[in-house]
């Protein structure tokens, strides 16, 4: 054990939290590390792809992979510094298919991600999944699930349905449900009269697309809404309310929140118990928004600890799928995963460890006074020792390890 891991320890007990009970939940709840901050995005169809869709990485730090090999090397880093459960979260511009075949974007299948299944395997972690509706010829337009332009649809739909098929393989091959995530970049720069159309073909498109029942043991789908893009700046047609309306309404899907997609004055720990209390589910995607979806690398804000905070009050961890979506090409890409991958686990054991039946205790007593400072007092007490102690047990480097990235 750590030197100080004992005097932490007995500290959180006077406060009635056993460590050593949050440190094997911990290892029951994954996150999901998008595989896009290593390489911007750009995947393994086109090394020098160009992001459309009104999102792009910027900066130009030296170490961007060149090839499928060097991307593995990255990955392999990046996994070894990340402590605990974990996924790795696939954009379908990452398939892998045989010497030979060259699949367009509809065309994908299973068996174009058998390698990324023998790699999980090898490594113990899980696989989510997302169809990447943007950065191809058929999204040139702003416009792809809501098209006006059948034969557009008509691809992109066959892409979701193929992308499922996808999930449902890595999930039963892994024995971990996979979360396929959709997001799409349809919209407009200006002012658009017609705001109902593109969304009733919306609608038509997501139903085709989930048209087939998928057992949730392997494939839970989720669609992931969006104030606006680079672009698209006044309109856009997947929007989080319109997404929430569809989840509700149909059972198809759940939601996907991310962080960055919202307001810069909404907090979306507050959104949280609202689903809770319909008996929905969530995908989460935790970045840091420093101007509106900037996509920073994801820290262990006041805003990331709420997050958990909320989940752990609602007892709410086996509603809600946690996973990361940020790309800074201005840093270490592989320090950027790690750092962001550790600083949403460090987060997540910060609020295990809050001693929450005293808070719900005063509440409860109307005590308000008592809350308030008991709120102050937990804000210091010692969870980056105990964190330092899970690493340690997972044979991870603690808060040097940017010392062992060479």
Known sequence: MGKYYEAARAIYRDWGVD????????????????????????????????LTGGITATGNAPGKPRSIEEYFKNLDKMLALVPGAKHVALHSVYAMPAPGRKPARNELQPEDFSAWVDYAKEKGIGLDFNPTYFSHP????????????????????????NCRKIGAYLGKELGQTCVTNHWIPDGSKDIRVDTLGPRMRLIESLDRIFAEPIDKKYNIDSVEGKVFGLGVESYTTGSHE???????????????????????TESVAAKISSYIAFGQE???????????????????????????????????????????????????????????????????????????????????????????????????????????????????????????LA
């Open 282 to 404: 969530i995908m989460m995607h935790l970045s840091r928004c420093v101007r509106w979806d900037s996509d920073h690398v994801a820290i262990a804000s006041e805003d990331t600890v709420a997050i958990m905070q909320e989940l752990k009050r609602c007892n709410a961890f086996d509603k809600v799928h946690l996973g990361l979506d940020f790309f800074d090409a201005s840093i270490n890409r592989i320090a950027a995963s790690v750092i962001g991958s550790r600083s949403v686990k460090k987060a997540l054991i910060t609020a295990l460890l809050e001693p929450t039946d005293k808070l719900m205790a005063a509440e409860a007593a109307d005590d308000l006074t008592r809350r308030l400072a008991l709120l102050e007092e937990f804000r210091m007490l010692p969870a980056g020792i105990v964190f330092d102690e899970y690493c340690e047990r997972h044979g991870v480097p603690g808060s040097d390890w940017l010392d062992t």
């Open 19 to 50: 460590t050593e009970a949050v440190l094997e939940q911990m290892d029951q709840i994954p996150v999901s590390i998008n595989c896009w901050q290593l390489d911007d995005l750009t995947g393994f169809e086109d090394f020098d792809a160009k």
């Open 138 to 161: 058929m999204s040139d337009s702003g416009w792809t699930l809501s098209s006006p332009d059948k034969g557009v649809r008509d691809f992109w739909v066959e892409h979701g349905i």
């Open 242 to 264: 319109f997404y929430t309306n569809y989840a509700l309404s149909t059972g198809k899907a759940i939601v996907c929140m991310d962080t960055g997609h919202y307001h810069p």
